[in-house]
């Protein structure tokens, strides 16, 4: 079910050959080039902004799309109730109104969430945008036949467990009321702080009930924002999108929406990508890419280049890479083995093992190290820069094993950097000096990670990651740490089969917060007291490095997507 | 390939089967004059030293195979190594590894290691499979010559690769992985020496000297070892000699593909796979395994070239040894060398046409 994000995925193998012959008709030359010399950076209305992706926006239907603050291109045609601050870093990481006037009215324990829309609001056909097409737009998304979405609606919406979307179920969901024709109201079973943080995803997005075409809605999902979808070829692989003319400044100050044409070409090989764009020829000089980093060779390449060093763009997005224990396997029941594993741990090589220090930043905390998410330093089992071998001999002593010990370390074999042979590796030399003998167990990407989201097979010390769905402490801890959310059947996220009572209930307790500063700072002490149970080590949280093509303006990148705004970028 | 099968079947098809003490020097004699295959063996030579000393030279080199040296690496610039030519030192004779600044010489020795012993292991396999099988089935009834033939055709038809691939997957990865490796090459590449075999030995089987063997009363294992398998030799020891070669790629290409030996036991396919993004920022990264692999292959190539060359009766002729002008049969000789190694080296690199290959034994199979 919850995914760390799709974009939290750098690397992707695809067939490029179908893209390449759709991407030709668009690739015209460009008419700006003098002007854009001129070294004036200001940005402009106009010209064809070109995007080049590894995997495709595919389903490109509000309710089957899994985003993280309304996704980046889904934004550009999809407005909903809020969405994500357009800035850069830190200040990115904010909720802030979109289709509506404020980020949610909540009522005394946030169990109730009160919405009006702006005024003037229209589609792409210039009808008016309603309250009821929220409410539509979000029953949609419970159809078994539209998929994909994240749970915490069916989650949350008061009877909504076995909602079966508005196809079968004719009645609606009586958890969203719509008072007249501008308000919504939401009821939820417990207190939730964070609902504005949710409100940011495409389920939130008006869909006009007599437009609906069910499954083929996302072949021409009417657009409430600057764009709409022109083509979507091979279930977006390829999307151009043209200007949307009824939408307005007047009711959006988020999205800037410089180019009149944004062509989306996917299904690249990422190596292809970064070529394309160091290159910057003709339409590519006008290009990005939402969700391929420059990989460790290629920025070898880059920074020893001025100019190729002058077009990256570096973002940070919540998330943690990590070696899991499984507490019910041997030896890791102990918990001084695997504080003796947190303590003989070298960073600085499983760093370089994943692209170097420009592109991952040592972490001690499981929670990103950002502001938003409530970040607390600490440093329970310090192991220095490249681990502290005496230390956990020391412990491994005190556990019984003062020979060492033998273990094996569960890894994909996917090429991400992330959870990869490399890393896997570099843990095991550095565990070798502190006499642990580790054995590596690579297996094939969806195996493992079928494996390890299983709790009958879930080995007892592997690599993983997580990646927030909105940039606070709820969406990372609790899926991972609170105890109610362990699957017995099913895909469990709750590796270390944490069950602590203290624990769900400071959860609890902070999901009724609506003051989500001081939720974040309650939610970074809680990470401190999870991590003394060592039941991770948090190895890196990575960055994000893209090239853009030479002719690009005005990059934005914040903290909660940590890649480029596409609805901020000029091409001229 | 199907070029090496005509070479086996000819060099079995002499007049002598029963290479004795003077078979042997004979031997020597014809592969002495070829330049080619002594400069081959020479170098099969050194890499066959430099696997064996792998520890030792390390050991003067003052460095190990998997110990990491995060501080040779630029971390600010994706892991290059620091220094010129990949940080080539006194302490690292070939420079250090991207990202991990593990030591290349050590990786590139230790690498040989695995590439020869699963090489030679997976030929030792093929060898015994294919003679075993092909002697059984020239020998057998005609059940169980239609079965191992059958058996054979198959294994001759499966795409090898493919098959390896399947196999690799499925076996739990506590088994000892260069044994697996090799093993599994073995056994899907044993096809084409049984039907060599196979074909030599219906040949011999009808000669006067293994018919007397029968009139004498000698039990069919006994005419097998001592009569047959002498015979054997010459195709045998020639086709095995083009397969190491080939099994070298093989086990190259598996571990490129991720599923050849486990890391951190370094092999020089898996250094391709990592090094093959790395070719503009680290260029001796690439070149130095892909090098080893090319001089390799083609250094056994060239070798089992000249041991087929020494072995076949019409190329020995060729040869003239110790009759004609010298420097004539040294022309022919590399002539020939020449144009075989060409098409040898462009073979080993493609995965071999089998079905080819096999309508031609069919072929052959006829006119005999």
Known sequence: MRQPSVRARRVAAASAGLVLAAGAAACGPKDNDAKGSGGDSTPHKGGTLTVLNADPTENFDPARLYTSGGGNVPSLVFRTLTTRNRENGAAGAKVVPDLATDTGRPNKDATVWTYTLKKGLKYEDGTAITSADIKYGIERSFAPELSGGAPYLRDWLVGAADYQGPYKDKKGLSAIETPDARTVVFHLDKPEGEFPYLATQTQFTPVPKAKDTGTKYAEHPVSSGPYRVVTNENNGEHIVLERNKYWSTATDAERKAYPDKVDVKSGLDSSVINQRLSASQGADAAAVTVDTNLGPAELAKVTGDKELSSRVGTGHFGQTDYIAFNPTVKPFDNVKVRQAISYAVDRSSVINAAGGSALAEAATTYLPNQKSFGYTPYDLFPAGRTGNAAKAKELLKEAGYPKGLTVTLTHSNAKNFETSPEIATAVQDALKQAGITVRLQGLEDNDYSDKIHNVKTEPGFFLTHWGADWPSGGPFLAPIFDGRQIVKDGANFNTGLLNDKSVNAEIDAINKLTDLDAAAKRWGALDKKIGEQALTVPLFHPVYKRLVGKDIRNVVISDWTGVLDISQVAVK | ?368
């Open chain 2, 1 to 368: 390939m199907s070029e090496a099968l005509v070479a086996a079947e000819a060099a079995g098809a002499g007049v002598e089967p029963v290479p004795g003490a003077s078979g042997a020097r004979q031997f020597w004699r014809r592969l002495r004059t070829q330049r080619a295959a002594l400069v081959a063996a020479a170098v099969v030579a050194l890499l066959v030293l430099v696997a064996l000393a792998a520890p030792l030279l390390t050991a003067l080199e003052g460095q190990d195979p998997t110990t990491y040296h995060p501080s040779l690496v630029d971390s600010a610039r994706g892991g290059v190594p620091i220094g010129s030519f990949g940080g080539i030192s006194g302490d690292h004779w070939l420079g250090v590894e991207p990202q991990t600044g593990r030591d290349l010489f050590a990786r590139l020795a230790y690498g040989a290691r695995v590439s020869l012993a699963v090489a030679l292991a997976a030929t030792t396999v093929q060898v015994l499979l294919g003679v075993v099988v092909g002697v059984a089935a020239a020998l057998g009834n005609r059940w169980v010559d239609q079965l191992l033939s059958r058996a054979a055709d198959i294994i001759v038809a499966m795409p090898l690769m493919i098959m390896a691939l399947a196999l690799l997957a499925i076996v739990p990865s506590s088994f000892p992985r260069p044994v697996l490796v090799a093993l599994i090459i073995g056994f899907v590449a044993w096809g084409t020496i049984a039907k060599i075999v196979r074909a030599q030995t219906l040949t011999l089987k009808e000669l006067d000297y293994v018919a007397a063997a029968r009139l004498s009363g000698w039990s069919t294992w006994r005419i097998a070892r001592r009569e047959l398998l002498p015979g054997l030799a010459a195709p045998v020891i020639t086709y095995a000699a083009l397969m190491v070669p080939a099994n070298i790629a093989i086990e190259a290409a598996l571990s490129f593909l991720g599923v050849g030996v486990k890391p951190p036991t370094p092999s020089w396919g898996q250094m391709l796979t990592s090094a093959n993004v790395w070719y503009q920022a680290a260029p001796q990264y690439l070149l130095l395994p892909a090098g080893a692999l090319f001089v390799t292959v083609l250094a056994l190539t060239v070798l089992g070239d000249g041991v087929r060359t020494a072995l076949d009766p019409r190329a020995a002729s060729r040869l003239r040894v110790g009759t004609g002008s010298k420097r004539e049969a040294k022309a022919a000789a590399e002539k020939d060398v020449q144009s075989d190694v060409q098409s040898k080296v462009v073979q080993s690199k493609v995965v071999p046409s089998k079905v080819v290959q096999s309508k031609e034994v069919q072929s052959k199979e006829v006119q005999s």
